[in-house]
C-alpha cells in the first residue's frame, strides 16, 4: 500500500511558476514509477509526466514539454513536477499516481496508488 499526499498548488499569473511535490509513504518507494496527471472541470483526467523507479527515464505530454520537468527523490519519498511558463489552460488539479509496472506510463489505468490532488490555476 502507498499513500500519496501533493502539495504545493495554488494560484499564479500566466508565466509565473509552480513546484509540485508528491510525498509517499512506505518504504518501497523507488519499486514504483511515478506520474502527474492532470484534470480540469468537464475534461477527463490527463497524463502530465512520468519518472522510471531510479529517475532515468521520463515522459511527458507534448503540451507540457520543455515548461515541465518531474523529478524525484527516492530518499525523501517524495516526486517533483516544477512547472514553468504556466498557462491558463494548465488549470486544473493535479494529481500524482503510482505504478508498479515500473514504466513511464501514460494511461491511468496502470496506476496503483493515487493521491488526493492539489489545485492549480491559472490567471490570464
Known amino acids: 500500500q502507498v499513500h500519496l499526499v501533493e502539495s504545493g498548488g495554488g494560484l499564479v499569473q500566466a508565466g509565473g511558476s509552480l513546484r509540485l511535490s508528491c510525498a509517499a509513504s512506505?518504504?518501497?518507494?523507488?519499486?514504483?514509477?511515478m506520474g502527474w496527471f492532470r484534470q480540469a472541470p468537464g475534461k477527463d483526467r490527463e497524463f502530465v509526466a512520468a519518472?522510471?523507479?531510479?529517475?532515468?527515464?521520463?515522459n511527458y505530454a507534448d503540451s507540457v514539454k520543455g515548461r515541465f520537468t518531474i523529478s524525484r527523490d527516492n530518499a525523501k519519498n517524495t516526486v517533483y513536477l516544477q512547472m514553468n511558463s504556466l498557462k491558463p489552460e494548465d488549470t486544473a488539479v493535479y494529481y500524482c499516481?503510482?505504478?508498479?509496472?515500473?514504466?513511464?506510463?501514460?494511461?491511468?489505468?496502470?496506476?496503483?496508488?493515487w493521491g488526493q490532488g492539489t489545485q492549480v490555476t491559472v490567471s490570464s
Open positions: 519518472i522510471s523507479r531510479r529517475g532515468v527515464m521520463t
Open positions: 512506505g518504504r518501497t518507494f523507488s519499486t514504483y514509477a
Open positions: 499516481a503510482a505504478t508498479s509496472g515500473g514504466s513511464t506510463t501514460t494511461a491511468p489505468g496502470r496506476y496503483d496508488y
